[in-house]
């Protein structure tokens, strides 16, 4: 498989002092450098990488880890939203917001914004879309326990803080360079402004 893997590759000087890129000559059966065009190609690489690092017992053991967290985090988010499926989920599952915003008014967006000035980039939002007000949560295997210990208190922080003071969600996030954004316009009506690059590179949004 080597002799058809992106390149350049870095690679070690023969006398060990020093690092040089691969010459296209070194390797010509290789698919050359991946860029955009070339797909999910650089992502592929670094799964099947991810996949030979661990082997099929570490495999297993990363998806055993990835249910737990999951599960782990739906049993304490539970008592601070609604939890739509009680069964065991997977590797991710889904909570939702619709008694929050019956109650407060404070809608998942609001949620999802102010968890950023936590420090916590959000879940994935309104997604799937038969349950309302939802949040798809994935932990995944890599989180410990103490981050998604910390994650859900500021959950908890925050849906405490719709009964309290509302407008704080609404106007969140407060500590960005860029507050809240008309997300429903810029998704229908794009303002884009393209500039043209030197060389051979080709142009690219601001």
């Known amino acids: ?5 992106p390149s350049p590759r870095v690679l070690r000087e023969r006398d060990g002092r020093g690092f040089r890129l691969e010459r296209p000559h ?29 082997g099929a017992a570490g495999l297993c053991e990363v998806s055993d880890d990835a249910v737990l967290a999951a599960n782990y985090m739906k049993a304490r988010i539970g008592g601070l939203l609604d939890v739509p499926f009680t069964r065991p989920c997977m590797h991710e599952f889904v909570a939702s917001s619709t008694t929050l915003k019956a109650e407060t008014g404070i809608r998942t967006l609001d949620v999802a914004k102010r968890l950023i000035d936590y ?8 997604f799937p879309l038969t349950v309302d007000e939802a949040l798809l949560i994935e932990p995944t295997e890599t989180e410990s326990r103490e981050v998604m210990d910390a994650f859900v208190e500021a959950l908890g922080q925050v849906v405490a803080e719709a009964h309290t003071d509302p407008e704080l969600l609404h106007s969140a996030p407060h500590g960005t360079p860029v507050r809240r954004l008309d997300e429903a316009t810029a998704a229908r009506q794009p303002n884009l402004r393209w500039r043209a690059m030197t060389g051979s590179q080709t142009p690219c949004p601001d």
């Open 1 to 5: 498989m080597l002799p058809f893997l």
């Open 26 to 54: 070194e390797r010509p059966s290789s698919i050359g450098r991946v860029r955009g065009f070339a797909g999910s190609t650089g992502v592929l690489v670094r799964a099947y990488a991810y996949i030979r690092a661990h």
């Open 119 to 126: 420090g916590y980039h959000p879940p994935t939002i309104y």
